[in-house]
C-alpha cells in the first residue's frame, strides 16, 4: 500500500495538531495553573513576612529535591553528607612538655592526637600544643607569642644518626601588655624538642627557623 505525498502530508498536519491539542490540554493547562497559583500564593502574597517564609521552604524543598535525585543517580548514601563519627581506633596518645612559668621546669601532659599518614603533619599539631601550653593551668605567659608554623619537614635516613625535624616560623610579636617570662624562649625550644623526640622517636635533633634563618630568638625579653 503506497501514499501520496499529500496523505503524508494530510497524517503528519492530523498528528501534529493532536500533538499541539494534547499539549495544550495535558501540559500548557497545568503550566498555567500553576504560574498562576506561584504568582498569587508566593510572588504577590500580600503578607511580607509570610511571602517571605514561603519562598525560603519552596527553595529549601527543591534543594532536598535535588540533592536526593543526585544521591539517586550516583548512588550515594543519603546520610553520606555527615562526616564520620571519629573513631578512637584512628587516634594515638601523645606526652606533651609544656614550659612552665617560672622560666625553669618543664611539666608533663598525656594528649590524644589524629593517626597521621606522615610524620610532618604528627609534627606540626605537636608544636601547636606545646605553644598553646597547658589544659589545666593558664601558662598563656610561659609562651607570649603567637607562633604560626610556615612549614614542616624531616629528613635523613634514620639509624644511630636519627633525622633531624625542623620547624620554620613566621616573624612573632609579643602580645600587647605581655611582659615575657626570663629563659622562656629557650625552655619553650627545650619543652618542644622534648615532645618532638619523645613521640617521633626517629628524630633525634629538633630545629627552629624563624622565615628561614636558624639560631633566632622567637621572641625578646
Known amino acids: 500500500m503506497k501514499f501520496s505525498s499529500a496523505d503524508i502530508k494530510e497524517k503528519a498536519a492530523a498528528l501534529k ?54 544521591c539517586l543517580h550516583t548512588d550515594k548514601n543519603v546520610a553520606g553528607i555527615f562526616p564520620e563519627i571519629p573513631s578512637l581506633d584512628n587516634e594515638k596518645q601523645v606526652s606533651i612538655y609544656i614550659p612552665g612559668l617560672d622560666g625553669a621546669t618543664i611539666t608533663h601532659e598525656p594528649r590524644f592526637i589524629p593517626v597521621y599518614d606522615n ?29 604560626f608554623v610556615r612549614k614542616v619537614w624531616i629528613y635523613g635516613k634514620g639509624g644511630d644518626a636519627g633525622k633531624v625535624c625542623v620547624f620554620d616560623v613566621e616573624p612573632a610579636e609579643l602580645r600587647p601588655d605581655v611582659g615575657p617570662i626570663k629563659n622562656s624562649e629557650r625552655l619553650f625550644k ?32
Open 190 to 221: 627545650s619543652a618542644l624538642e622534648k615532645t618532638i623526640k619523645e613521640n617521633i622517636p626517629s628524630v633525634k635533633t629538633v630545629m627552629v627557623l624563624e622565615k628561614g634563618v636558624p639560631g633566632a630568638t622567637l621572641w625578646e625579653l
Open 119 to 147: 610524620d610532618e603533619k604528627t609534627a606540626r599539631i605537636l608544636f601547636d600544643m606545646v605553644a598553646q601550653g597547658s589544659r589545666y593551668d593558664n601558662t598563656s605567659l610561659a609562651v607570649p607569642v603567637e607562633l
Open 17 to 70: 495538531h493532536k500533538a499541539v491539542s494534547l499539549f495544550n490540554a495535558q501540559v500548557k493547562a497545568r503550566v498555567i495553573r500553576l504560574a498562576g497559583m506561584v504568582r498569587t500564593e508566593l510572588v504577590e502574597y500580600p503578607n511580607g513576612k509570610e511571602r517571605t517564609r514561603r519562598l525560603i521552604l519552596l527553595f529549601a524543598s527543591l534543594f532536598i529535591l535535588d540533592y536526593l535525585m543526585f
